[in-house]
């Protein structure tokens, strides 16, 4: 069974900064691309990054480049979010997501998300 | 990066009623397009990719259409669990974006 386990959420003060971690389980982890989507409270849903199953291609929405950085470790079956420069509106449930693998790159399974608060 | 505007914004409606949602590509994405259904404090989870295709165990009442800007969503039948709010998404570009959210509320 395919499991996304995000973590690192929490609160923290504008300007700071804090890792988050995706746990991948039940498949080959290494086989796949991976990103990060965002809520904000009652809000609708944004692309926030995209890793390559091997970190070569790498993207950023334009809201959080130059702030957030993207990785991930395929032997540990772990993705990553570094964000620094917090911002207010970067207070968000954060989800971690598997992309399918060819032609339509759909995102077919989820995690279940992890609360990060940027406020003083 | 592509805009992908949905419409309406939310409506409501009953059980058994045939329901439609239109998202709108700012520009051609071919039927690079999924569709979401997301209810409150749960993940997002996939409906509908390639614009029409249905995802395995998603019940047929579920139907997507469209190409290039203009695509819909049609539940053909409304049940109660249907009540939720649906996104369509773009992975036409490598910024993926989504659409704001169509919330379908209880007449």
């Known amino acids: 069974e395919v499991q996304l386990v995000e973590s690192g959420g929490g609160l923290v003060k504008p300007g700071g900064s804090l890792r988050l971690s995706c746990a991948a389980s039940?498949?080959?982890?290494?086989?796949?691309?991976m990103n990060w989507v965002r809520q904000a409270p009652g809000k609708g849903l944004e692309w926030v990054s995209s890793i390559s199953s091997s970190s070569s291609y790498i993207y950023y929405a334009d809201s959080v480049k130059g702030r957030f950085t993207i990785s991930r470790d395929n032997a540990k079956n772990s993705l990553y979010l570094q964000m620094n420069s917090l911002r207010a509106e970067d207070t968000a449930v954060y989800y971690c997501?598997?992309?399918?693998?060819?032609?339509?790159?759909?995102?077919?399974?989820w995690g279940q998300g992890t609360l990060v608060t940027v406020s003083s | 990066a592509i805009r992908m505007t949905q419409s309406p914004s939310s409506f409501s409606a009953s059980t058994g009623d045939r329901v439609t949602i239109t998202c709108r590509a700012s520009q051609g994405i071919s039927s690079y397009l999924a569709w979401y259904q997301q209810k409150p404090g749960k993940a997002p989870k996939l409906l509908i990719y390639a614009a029409s295709t249905l995802q395995s165990g998603v019940p047929s009442r579920f139907s997507g259409s469209g190409s290039g800007t203009d695509f819909t969503l049609t539940i053909s039948c409304l049940q109660s669990e249907d009540f939720a709010t649906y996104y369509c998404?773009?992975?036409?570009?490598?910024?993926?974006?989504f659409g704001q959210g169509t919330k379908v509320e209880i007449k």
């Open positions: 997501a598997r992309e399918h693998p060819s032609y339509d790159y759909y995102f077919d399974y």
């Open positions: 998404q773009q992975y036409y570009s490598y910024l993926r974006t």
């Open positions: 039940g498949f080959t982890f290494s086989s796949y691309s």
